[in-house]
C-alpha cells in the first residue's frame, strides 16, 4: 500500500528543495565572503536549525503516534550532544 497521498508527496519535495536552497545559500555566503563573521555564523546556524525542524516534520514523521518515542529520544540525544559541546569547549 502507499503511506503517501500525492498532496504529500509534493509537502516532502518542496521540503527538500528548501533545504538544498538552504544549504547552497549558505555555501554561496562563506564561498563569497557577503557577511562579517560573526553575522554568518549566526545565519549558517539558523539555517541549520531551519533545516533539522524540516527534517524531523517531514522526513522523520515526529508528529506520527508513534513520534513521541522518537521526540523523547531526540531530546535525550540533543542532551548529550549540547554537554559534549561544552565539555570540548572546555578543554
Keep these: 500500500m502507499n503511506k503517501h497521498t500525492n ?21 554561496f555566503l562563506v564561498l563569497y565572503q557577503l557577511i562579517s563573521p560573526p553575522f554568518l555564523i549566526v545565519l549558517i546556524t539558523v539555517f541549520a536549525l531551519i533545516q533539522i525542524l524540516i527534517q524531523l516534520d517531514r522526513f522523520m514523521d515526529i ?26 569547549m572546555l578543554l
Design 7 to 27: 498532496k504529500e508527496i509534493h509537502k516532502l519535495f518542496i521540503s527538500f528543495i528548501l533545504m538544498i536552497l538552504l544549504t547552497a545559500l549558505a555555501f
Design 63 to 88: 508528529r506520527e503516534k508513534e513520534g513521541e518515542y522518537r521526540l523523547t529520544s531526540l531530546i535525550g540525544g540533543s542532551f548529550v550532544a549540547l554537554l559534549t559541546i561544552v565539555f570540548l
